[in-house]
Each structure stands twice: as structure tokens, then as C-alpha cells.
């Protein structure tokens, strides 16, 4: 190699970690702004601020996060269980991305502890859109720490207003809330398989809440899912084993979760 | 259960689900059924709340304003406005209709 293609490489090396830091800078502000609606939901569903922060700072899904206070705002205390495992449910796909990412982040038990706790739909898709293996590497730490240091401070920003407003159903503060999944699910509705999936479980919840207890008929709705996936029922009749990828692209151009 | 123990529970649940997808073999997602399931149930899952917070009320099925707030809010995002500022439209959509009757 001579030393101008070399020059050359290191500008384009340059060129690419600046774009990665650029991508992760627009989308970390992007997201973290809407920490604060999560903030405001979780006090009005009735958890007090330090619980509210402490979901955005251990848990740290947007989508886990919402699922986990929506089942409490129907059900209360009572509808734990079922809290908790939506919220689980909704937590795999992160499981998912951490089989790519892994080999992003590289070795060190400790480094992969503080990767998987930033793990996300906007980290992966960052690091997986950039062209290089360093560009990669910086796109998904620097989204991964810019989205958790605002979500955490704007969460903590929404409790506050939630908690001075009170009467929450008066600001709207419920619709809000059936807003806010609205736009986490807008993005994952490219393909038929999606959207069929989509309406099957939206009526399944619908019919079975004056059945079972509160925060149950989302969890039978997930089965739905499970059935559809495992025949893939209306999919492509070519695999996809880079559905995970695509979606988390399309969480980034459309909203956060 | 108390709210803490469920708090405590679901986010540690959450956090142990991101750090097995660092301990598995990458082998796993040749396979395409556990990725297109992952994927599927956050379709299904979404979709069940945005049921179930638009028209339930603990074990009743009520039409109020928020179904004209969430078809609103349909109707923004197919147009592609930001994330923020279509919940904060819903919000007042649905205080509006309160408010006036």
C-alpha cells in the first residue's frame, strides 16, 4: 500500500467515526426527549418518581418500560405478574440484538456487562448502519451512553410534571399513553406478517379484557405471535434472519422504544 | 407483591434478557424462528396495549376520547411527525373533547 492510499484510509477512517458520533448525537436528543412522557406516565399510574427513575435506569427498554406501567395503570399492584412479564416479553428482543452486537463491543466481562445494560433498539441500529468495525464501535457506545444519560435526566424531568399535575385524565395523560405505543409500533408495520399479527393481537386484548384480569389479555395477545412466528404464518418464503436489524433500523428513522 | 418488588423484579428481568443475548452463540440466529418470534411479540405486545389502553378500563371496554386521540395520533405518524409531538397532540386532543363536554 502506498502512503497516499494510506492518508486516504485514515481520512475515510476519520470521516466515519465523525458521521458515527454525529448519528448517535441526533439520535440520543431524539430519544431522550421523549423520556419525559414516560416520566409523567409512571406517576400516573400511580409509582412515585424514585420508582420511575429507577425503571430508566435499571431496566432501560422504552418499550419494556411503557408495557410495564400500562399493565399497572389498568391493573395496579394486583396485575404484577403480569407487569412483569410483559414487560419481560417485550425485553427479548434486546436479547436478540446482544447476539449482534457482541462482536461490535469485543472482549472484557465488564465492558459486555456495561454493553448489554445499553443495548437497545437506537444503539444497535446506529452501530449496525455504520461502515466500519471502529465506526460501528463508536456509534454504538456513543448512542448507547447519549440515549441513557437523557432518557435518565428527562425521565426524572417527567415525573416531576406528572406528579405537580394531578388529575392526570384531565391533561389527556391516558391517551398519551395508547399515543405513545401507537408510535413505537408505527415502525414494525412494513411487512403483512406485521401488520396481521398486529390486528389479531389488538382484538384478542380487546375481546378478552372484560373476561380476564387486567394485564392477562395482553399476555394471551402475545401468543398470537408465537404461533404466527413459529409457522411463519404469511411471512416471506425467504428467511429473514436479519428481521431484527431491519426492524431496529426502522425504530430509528420512525421513533424510539 | 409490593410495587418495589415488581419494579425491582422486571427490570432485573429486562437486564438479564440483554446480557444472554451477549452469552449465546451467534449460531442461534441462523435459525430464523427465535428472531422472527422476538420480533412478532413486540408487534403483538404493542399492539394489545394500544388496544387495551385506548378502550379498556380495568375489566370494562369503554369508548371515550381516547379513541379520537389515538386515530389522531395514527394519522400524525403515517405522516411522519416526530415522536414527541404527536403524544403531546393526543394529550390535547383527548383534554380538549373533556374539557367541552
Known amino acids: 500500500m502506498n502512503a ?7 481520512d475515510a477512517e476519520r ?27 409512571a406517576v400516573a399510574a400511580g409509582l412515585d418518581i424514585w420508582q420511575s427513575c429507577f425503571i430508566s435506569l435499571v431496566m432501560f427498554s422504552g418499550g419494556s418500560q411503557f408495557a410495564l406501567i400500562g399493565v399497572l395503570a389498568a391493573g395496579g399492584v394486583a396485575a404484577g405478574p403480569a407487569a412483569i412479564a410483559s414487560a419481560a416479553l417485550l425485553g427479548t428482543r434486546n436479547g ?11 472482549r472484557g466481562w465488564l465492558k459486555r456487562i456495561a454493553a448489554a445494560w445499553i ?11 455504520q461502515p466500519t468495525p471502529r465506526s460501528r464501535r463508536i456509534g454504538f457506545w456513543a448512542t448507547g451512553l447519549a440515549v441513557f444519560i437523557g432518557w435518565n435526566l428527562t425521565t426524572l424531568i417527567g415525573a416531576f410534571v406528572g406528579d405537580a399535575l394531578g388529575d392526570t385524565r384531565a391533561y389527556g395523560l391516558d391517551a398519551a399513553a395508547a399515543a405513545a405505543f401507537v408510535g413505537l409500533l408505527w415502525p414494525r408495520l412494513k ?5 396481521a399479527v398486529a390486528a389479531a393481537a389488538a382484538v384478542v386484548a380487546a375481546a378478552l379484557t372484560p373476561v380476564l384480569m387486567p394485564g392477562l389479555p395482553v399476555l394471551v395477545a402475545a401468543v398470537v405471535a408465537v404461533i404466527v412466528g413459529l409457522f411463519n404464518l404469511l411471512g416471506s418464503p425467504v428467511t ?18 | 407483591m409490593t410495587m418495589w418488588q415488581i419494579i425491582i423484579l422486571a427490570s432485573i428481568a ?4 440483554k446480557l444472554a443475548g451477549y452469552l449465546v452463540p451467534p449460531s442461534l440466529l441462523e435459525r430464523p424462528a427465535p428472531a422472527r418470534i422476538a420480533d412478532l411479540l413486540t408487534v403483538a405486545l404493542l399492539a394489545a396495549l394500544i388496544a387495551v389502553r385506548t378502550l379498556g378500563v380495568g375489566e370494562a371496554i369503554v369508548v371515550d376520547a381516547r379513541v379520537p386521540a389515538v386515530i ?29 363536554t
Request: charged share 10%; glycine share 10%.
Open chain 1, 4 to 10: 497516499s492510499g494510506t492518508i486516504g484510509g485514515a
Open chain 1, 15 to 41: 470521516l466515519a467515526a465523525r458521521e458515527a458520533v454525529r448519528d448517535s448525537m441526533a439520535v440520543g436528543i431524539a430519544t431522550a426527549a421523549y423520556g419525559v412522557s414516560f416520566g409523567a406516565l
Open chain 1, 96 to 106: 436478540i440484538y446482544g447476539i449482534r452486537t457482541s462482536p461490535i463491543v469485543g
Open chain 1, 119 to 129: 443495548t437497545i433498539d437506537e444503539s444497535t441500529a446506529v452501530a449496525l448502519a
Open chain 1, 191 to 195: 411487512r403483512l406478517q406485521a401488520v
Open chain 1, 240 to 257: 429473514d434472519a436479519a428481521t431484527s436489524v431491519t426492524q431496529a433500523g426502522a425504530a430509528r428513522e420512525g421513533s424510539p422504544s
Open chain 2, 14 to 17: 429486562c437486564l438479564l434478557l
Open chain 2, 72 to 100: 389522531v395520533a395514527v394519522a400524525l405518524f403515517a405522516l411522519r411527525v416526530p415522536f414527541i409531538v404527536v403524544v403531546l397532540v393526543a394529550a390535547l386532543v383527548a383534554a380538549g373533547i373533556r374539557a367541552f
